[in-house]
């Protein structure tokens, strides 16, 4: 086997119905591939519709099932491990491949047979869901990848990103611990043991997201939360930068600019401006400049609130462990 496309998958059952005609029908170009599903407890009829796809594409589609564990990490794991290509392409369950997904990172990892050579694919949103106020939270900056020399931990995007499953099984794999950011997690444990990751735009698919607005803050804390955990993992001065923290590592001058943000961020988000918003049209069900400025508001708020959750549940820690630890002053997203 050449590839093994490793997919965890949670509740999805009805996406799945598009998902795997397409996941079945790629393009390889004379590679062989197969599908791993790994179903992270989920209660819909995800199993079903699995176990039906396994009978009708024997030896292509193969599923797991594993007790819930509230993040991808460990279907990804399990999936890896079960792979038999030499390539691994991790994708998510809401991302729709084209037909050349496959051939494409095949191609890639042909062309550089190094073991720590890694590639993210890309993914989009596609047009028919563009005007729902929800992809705002779904797009990569993949202009910014474009332009850049050189990719680091922090685009190991695991929407669409393949590795030699061999490299992973020595010096990755995912910190099952972790239920978010896990991906730059598991990309700076590669990175440290030599990864180079390129940019392979031709390796593409639609992402189908299922963000409602009802869960937005939800998400904002969510993410807060485990921002905190992961740059506790990697204090790295480049991820803090990247991620719009305060910190003693930055320039002053950075962290001046910063708090000015933060203040001007938290007189403007108010029932007021909130309100107004709504009236201008951020409510609506069509993406407009005024749903996105109600909608990243919402999310700041929360990202925020969530950040010093974790802060705080760290500091706690620290004290009834008796040790006085490096206080992190002031952080956050700005």
């Given at each position: 086997m050449d590839v093994s496309v490793v997919i965890p998958t949670y509740n999805r059952a009805g996406l799945l119905g598009r998902t795997i005609p397409a996941l079945m029908a790629q393009r390889t170009e004379g590679y062989e591939y197969e599908v791993i599903f790994v179903s992270n407890g989920a209660t819909d009829h995800t199993e079903s519709v699995l176990r039906?796809?396994?009978?009708?594409?024997?030896?292509?589609l193969r599923y797991f099932v594993i007790a819930p564990t509230g993040g991808p990490s460990a279907p990804r794991n399990r999936g890896i491990r079960e792979?038999?290509?030499?390539?691994?392409?991790?994708?998510?369950?809401?991302?729709?491949?084209d037909p050349e997904l496959v051939a494409r990172h095949a191609d890639f990892h042909r062309r550089h047979a190094e073991a720590t050579a890694a590639a993210i694919g890309e993914v989009y949103v596609p047009p028919e869901m563009l005007d729902d106020p929800m992809s705002l939270f779904h797009l990569f900056p993949y202009d910014e990848v474009r332009r850049l020399e050189k990719l680091c931990y922090l685009h190991f995007w695991t929407c669409n990103v393949s590795v030699k499953r061999e490299f992973m099984l020595r010096g990755g794999m995912f910190n099952e611990k972790f239920l978010y950011y896990e991906d730059m997690l598991c990309?700076?444990?590669?990175e440290t043991n030599g990864m180079q990751l390129h940019f392979v735009p031709e390796a593409r698919g639609q992402h189908l997201h299922q963000l409602k607005p009802e869960g937005v803050p939800s998400k904002g804390l969510f993410t807060g939360l485990w921002l905190h955990r992961f740059l506790a993992e990697v204090p790295d001065p480049v991820a803090m930068m990247r991620f719009g923290v305060i910190a003693p590592e930055l320039p002053p001058a950075v962290r001046m600019r910063r708090r000015v943000s933060r203040a001007v961020f938290r007189m403007a988000d108010n029932p007021l401006t909130a309100a107004a918003l709504r009236l201008a049209g951020a409510g609506g069900k069509r993406r407009n400049r005024f749903s996105d400025i109600y909608y990243r508001?919402?999310?700041r708020r929360n990202l925020l609130a969530g950040f010093r959750?974790?802060?705080q549940e760290a500091k706690r820690k620290r004290a009834e462990a008796g040790t006085a630890g490096a206080e992190w002053v002031n952080r956050g997203e700005s």
């Amino acid at each position: 086997m050449d590839v093994s496309v490793v997919i965890p998958t949670y509740n999805r059952a009805g996406l799945l119905g598009r998902t795997i005609p397409a996941l079945m029908a790629q393009r390889t170009e004379g590679y062989e591939y197969e599908v791993i599903f790994v179903s992270n407890g989920a209660t819909d009829h995800t199993e079903s519709v699995l176990r039906e796809a396994a009978e009708r594409h024997p030896g292509k589609l193969r599923y797991f099932v594993i007790a819930p564990t509230g993040g991808p990490s460990a279907p990804r794991n399990r999936g890896i491990r079960e792979a038999t290509g030499n390539v691994v392409i991790i994708l998510d369950d809401d991302v729709l491949p084209d037909p050349e997904l496959v051939a494409r990172h095949a191609d890639f990892h042909r062309r550089h047979a190094e073991a720590t050579a890694a590639a993210i694919g890309e993914v989009y949103v596609p047009p028919e869901m563009l005007d729902d106020p929800m992809s705002l939270f779904h797009l990569f900056p993949y202009d910014e990848v474009r332009r850049l020399e050189k990719l680091c931990y922090l685009h190991f995007w695991t929407c669409n990103v393949s590795v030699k499953r061999e490299f992973m099984l020595r010096g990755g794999m995912f910190n099952e611990k972790f239920l978010y950011y896990e991906d730059m997690l598991c990309g700076h444990r590669l990175e440290t043991n030599g990864m180079q990751l390129h940019f392979v735009p031709e390796a593409r698919g639609q992402h189908l997201h299922q963000l409602k607005p009802e869960g937005v803050p939800s998400k904002g804390l969510f993410t807060g939360l485990w921002l905190h955990r992961f740059l506790a993992e990697v204090p790295d001065p480049v991820a803090m930068m990247r991620f719009g923290v305060i910190a003693p590592e930055l320039p002053p001058a950075v962290r001046m600019r910063r708090r000015v943000s933060r203040a001007v961020f938290r007189m403007a988000d108010n029932p007021l401006t909130a309100a107004a918003l709504r009236l201008a049209g951020a409510g609506g069900k069509r993406r407009n400049r005024f749903s996105d400025i109600y909608y990243r508001m919402v999310f700041r708020r929360n990202l925020l609130a969530g950040f010093r959750q974790a802060e705080q549940e760290a500091k706690r820690k620290r004290a009834e462990a008796g040790t006085a630890g490096a206080e992190w002053v002031n952080r956050g997203e700005s």
